[in-house]
């Protein structure tokens, strides 16, 4: 897709690092819950903090979902780019994500262009500098910078109220990030990190038994190993939806995909953790 | 009827703790500034889950939001469940 952003000779901006993660409360809020399932995600999440680690981002774009916290039905943003200096997060009590609340830096400059760049090209974002991080922006991101201290620009997708941005949407919005990063003029190093999903069902009985839908669960991650992640924005919301209301999340994932393109992903956990009533996949990029 | 307002209530006391605390106290005064029907106003003082999660609110904004009225979560599991038996 052509996005009209002019690359420059001297295209310094930098896609260092690339990763998405699951974010179900509990695996932060109930680790013992869920035992040997828990120490091997957990396993996975110390891979993906040590390639960011080791790719020194400046900046992390934390593509996450809205959960009703900043956003209801009266006006709800497709996607909204957070534009602050700083945030505040985790929200939930304490008791439920054990991650004290804090205020985590937040870098102005990327989002404004990535919102500017976004118009230009006709895709349907906004723009906050109030935006309040729950466990969707948290918890992967507690994983992999334990100490929080790297400027965040959050991205919050509406993932939980039809109608809703499709994969498609989503994977280009990500090809525009890769876009907007590459044609900085700066030397500014940005990982992106997607979190969510994988299978799972919200506050609704499961009509299959079980919240998680493992099948569903390998095949998606199976298109990322295979660098067949362009074919994920094609899935519809009824096939995503026979996964979980709570499965449309990999929308996160399909934005980082848009952002590396075919690069094959390394699976790094995937573990349907009943504990977690979430089918739990971790999955880094080597770019 | 759509349970826009009903839902709305729900998510402005879930984030103004001053709106909270004026329904514990006065919750027929603050009832009185939503457009709901009586059987809305009912189920909220009767903490029925059960009964906004089958005219259809969006159960990601009920789960969320259910402890305004002094829902439990296990409550809340429980009243789906009940929904699930009934089925």
């Given at each position: 897709?052509?996005?009209g952003i002019q690359r420059?000779?001297?295209d310094?901006g930098?896609?260092?690092?690339a990763a998405?993660a699951?974010h179900a409360?509990?695996?932060a ?6 035992g040997e399932?828990?120490?091997?995600f ?14 020194k ?7 996450c979902?809205?959960?009703?916290v900043?956003f209801?039905?009266?006006?709800m943003?497709?996607?909204c780019v957070g534009?602050a200096?700083e945030?505040v ?11 004290p609340?804090r205020?985590?830096?937040g870098h ?20 906050s500098e ?11 991101l507690h ?5 929080l201290d ?6 919050i ?7 809703m941005p499709?994969?498609?949407l989503?994977y280009?919005?990500?090809e525009?990030?890769?876009?907007v990063i590459?044609?900085?003029p700066?030397?500014?190093r ?9 299978s ?15 099948e569903?669960?390998?095949?998606f991650?199976?298109?990322?190993e ?8 094609d899935?519809?919301d009824?096939?995503?939806g026979?996964a ?14 848009g952002a590396?393109g075919d690069a094959?992903a390394?699976?790094v956990?995937?573990?349907a953790?009943?504990a977690?009533?979430t089918g739990?996949?971790?999955a880094v990029w080597h770019? | ?5 009903a ?5 402005q006391m879930?984030?103004?703790v ?7 106290s ?10 709901l029907?009586?059987?809305e106003?009912?189920?909220?003082m009767a ?6 999660y089958v005219?259809?609110?969006?159960p990601?904004l009920?789960?969320a939001?259910s ?5 439990t979560?296990?409550e ?5 469940a009940?929904?699930e038996r009934?089925a």
């Amino acid at each position: 897709m052509m996005l009209g952003i002019q690359r420059r000779l001297n295209d310094m901006g930098e896609l260092v690092a690339a990763a998405a993660a699951s974010h179900a409360p509990g695996i932060a809020g109930n680790p013992q819950g869920a035992g040997e399932q828990g120490a091997r995600f957990y396993a996975g999440m110390d891979m993906i903090r040590e390639v960011f680690a080791a790719s020194k981002p400046d900046v992390i774009i934390d593509i996450c979902n809205e959960h009703f916290v900043n956003f209801y039905l009266d006006n709800m943003p497709a996607i909204c780019v957070g534009v602050a200096d700083e945030y505040v997060g985790p929200i939930e009590p304490e008791e439920r994500v054990r991650i004290p609340r804090r205020r985590i830096p937040g870098h102005r400059e990327p989002g404004t262009a990535i919102v500017a760049h976004a118009l230009d090209s006709s895709f349907p974002v906004s723009f906050s500098e109030e935006l309040k991080l729950d466990h969707g922006a948290i918890v992967p991101l507690h994983f992999i910078t334990p100490e929080l201290d790297i400027p965040i620009v959050p991205i919050i997708v509406n993932n939980i109220a039809p109608p809703m941005p499709s994969p498609r949407l989503l994977y280009q919005f990500g090809e525009l990030l890769r876009d907007v990063i590459r044609a900085r003029p700066d030397s500014v190093r940005i990982a992106v990190l997607g979190t969510g999903g994988l299978s799972h069902w919200v506050g609704t009985p499961s009509p299959t038994g079980g919240p998680i839908d493992e099948e569903f669960d390998q095949r998606f991650l199976s298109s990322l190993e295979g660098g067949q992640g362009h074919a994920l924005a094609d899935l519809t919301d009824s096939e995503i939806g026979l996964a979980g209301n709570g499965a449309h999340e990999v929308r996160n994932w399909i934005c980082v995909l848009g952002a590396c393109g075919d690069a094959p992903a390394e699976v790094v956990a995937y573990e349907a953790v009943n504990a977690w009533v979430t089918g739990c996949g971790a999955a880094v990029w080597h770019l | 009827m759509s349970t826009y307002q009903a839902g709305k209530l729900l998510f402005q006391m879930q984030h103004d703790v001053d709106l909270r605390m004026e329904f514990q106290s006065h919750p027929e005064d603050v009832l009185g500034r939503y457009d709901l029907s009586d059987e809305e106003r009912r189920a909220i003082m009767a903490k029925d889950v059960a009964f906004f999660y089958v005219r259809g609110m969006n159960p990601l904004l009920l789960i969320a939001t259910s402890w305004t009225m002094g829902v439990t979560m296990p409550e809340h599991r429980s009243a789906l469940a009940s929904i699930e038996r009934r089925a």
